[in-house]
């Protein structure tokens, strides 16, 4: 596989953008091997610019659940592009995906709509200080909310490969009101609720984390949450960047029978467009500007071709059956991978369309497991699949994603590579 050009194009970037990329993982560096330089993309394919064709099962980190370039959100895209990109000024698609946004997770009352996850996050914690006036945010370790700073404590993603559980350039002072716990655990969450219950303002977590790999939560965790938040007057927030309209039409939550306070969506929701949104209950959102004392803002937040992209995504994936569909693909090829996997010594998880293959035998169900599988075999396992034209998420602490245009010898193909890995 010839990636003359890729590798002319990278350094080209590192000559403009910090490490060639912008944002880290994009870099490969922790699988050995050199950024891709996307051309087009199709359905479940991507095309380099050497003209390489790769199966796509990272789908920009989950975004695209119906394959890249849908024909028919590509024509509502090219609809609202005809009208203006921008306008500053609220736009009628603004209200119609927060109207689908509620009628699908009714839990998001009202909704705030921003430009990335990391917003959201961000925006969602202000919001739940504000409303507890209180300042202590806890947090599981593995589980990644943004890079803000307070939220870069014993966090997933990218910054889990680092030799330090936060980062440089973030001050002790703000990450003394963020306390991380172990995922999946309910002992020490109980201890610190006696201990300090009347300090906390929220609780946020992955209702089914994707950032240290996929580690589906047991069974009594999440609504165990919901519980002593209540008990104890703080606020759950449950970060469905990932899992919202991923696991189902209302979200993790609604597959765990949870409703939390607050709720902070992305991906799928722009439709492949930089979309994100927080909203929970009504008395809490009403603290917002410009009816309450909690200030967010974002020049960009509600753009019409975002706003247009997904309400069209939203209307085709809560079609009757999509989700079935997706469901029965995925538990076909999910049965059959988890068999060839265990036999190289490799344990699957998953949850949904979602799914990561650890290098280790053991069960994965905390960060400190997902962080003992073996990453040198990882970045063995990715460099060949890449070799092989299979492009996974290029990290051990990701999850990969299922979408409706992959086809079945896609998936027969990649089961046929992981029998002939060695």
């Known amino acids: 596989m010839k990636r003359v050009n890729a590798a002319k194009a990278y350094r080209e970037a590192l000559r403009y953008i910090p490490g060639g990329v912008n944002s880290p993982v994009r870099a490969l560096k922790s699988v050995g091997e050199q950024p891709l330089f996307i051309r087009k993309a199709k359905g479940a394919t991507l095309t380099d610019v050497d003209g390489n064709r790769f199966t796509d099962f990272c789908l ?19 609809k609202a592009v005809s009208n203006g990109t921008s306008y500053g000024i609220p736009s009628l698609p603004e209200t119609a995906l927060a109207r689908l946004v509620n009628r699908h997770v009714p839990s998001m009352e009202r909704v705030r709509f921003v430009s990335s996850g990391t917003e959201a996050a961000m925006s969602a914690v202000r919001l739940a200080r504000g409303f507890t006036r209180r ?29 330090r559980a936060s980062s440089a350039g973030v001050p002790e002072a703000l990450t003394a009101c963020t306390v991380s716990l172990p995922f999946n655990d309910a002992v020490p969450v109980a201890r610190l609720f006696r201990e300090r219950g009347e300090e906390i303002a929220a609780v946020i977590v992955e209702p089914a984390p994707a950032n240290m790999g996929v580690v589906p939560p047991d069974d009594d965790f999440i609504p165990y949450l919901r519980r002593v938040t209540r008990q104890f007057g703080a606020l759950l927030i449950l970060d469905e960047v990932i ?33 994100a949104a927080f909203g929970g209950r009504q008395d809490i959102m009403a603290l917002l500007a410009p009816d ?19 309400v069209k995504t939203l209307q ?50 905390t960060f400190a497991e997902a962080q003992k599988a073996d990453r040198d075999s990882f970045g063995r396992f990715f460099r060949y699949m890449l070799a092989n034209g299979v492009y996974l998420s290029p990290s051990p602490m990701e999850a990969n994603f ?10 027969s193909r990649f089961i046929s590579l992981v029998k002939n890995f060695s």
């Open 60 to 78: 920009s980190w989950g975004v695209f659940i119906l394959g890249h370039s849908h024909p028919s959100v590509n024509q509502a895209i090219r």
């Open 135 to 163: 300042n202590l945010i806890v947090k599981f370790d593995g589980c990644y909310h943004g890079h803000a700073d307070h939220l870069l404590v014993s966090a997933g993603s990218g910054v889990a490969g680092l030799s």
């Open 243 to 275: 899992t919202g309209f991923r696991l189902s039409a209302g979200g993790a939550q609604q597959l765990l029978g949870v409703r939390p306070d607050l709720t902070t969506l992305g991906k799928i929701l722009g439709g492949g467009f930089p979309a």
């Open 292 to 310: 309450g004392d909690v200030y967010q803002a974002g020049t960009l937040s509600g753009n019409p071709v975002a706003m247009s992209a997904g």
């Open 316 to 365: 085709i994936i809560n079609r009757s059956g999509y989700y079935a569909k997706l469901e029965e693909k995925s538990s076909r090829f999910f049965s059959e991978l988890a068999g060839v996997a265990a036999d190289k010594g490799i344990r699957l998880n998953r949850m949904g369309s979602m799914f990561t293959l650890f290098f280790t035998r053991e069960r994965v169900r």
């Open 402 to 411: 299922l979408s409706s245009a992959h086809t079945e010898p896609m998936l």
